[in-house]
């Protein structure tokens, strides 16, 4: 009886360890995930005049600038670029004054957003902003209709 108790619990304890092994096996010989492809993102903003005054279409700015843009953004929306030019927002070009609080709308383009599109929080969007990344701002004008915010994330 001690024998058969004995040779089931070793026969168990191969059959165990070569699907261990076989299992290890496999995941050793997977090729490896390729990073994933960059796609460019559009960050879509609605800020107050002051935070935005001192921009002006087709200029490069860092990430902290895009970082600042986005904390004082009460609506954002992160989308694919093509989305993005899809999409017409009408804007009024007219100067910015720096203590005006009239709501501007800015559109950054960056080259390797796919981590944040469809983010619904800030705080996703600056996690995961790309570290050395520079956006271009694609345009800027105070909303002609404030209706189109309604597909924005809202804080």
Known sequence: MELIVLAAVILIGIYSTQKLLRKSHEQNTRPPVPPSQPIPTAICLAV???????????????????????ESAPEFLCIKVEEANKKIIDTIKQEISPDSQLKFYIRIDIPNGQDIIGAETKYVIKRDIPKETKGEVKDLGRLKDASVLRKFNRI
């Open 48 to 70: 107050p005049a002051s935070a935005v005054y001192d921009l002006i279409v087709g200029m490069r700015i860092n990430r902290e600038k895009i970082i600042q843009l986005i």
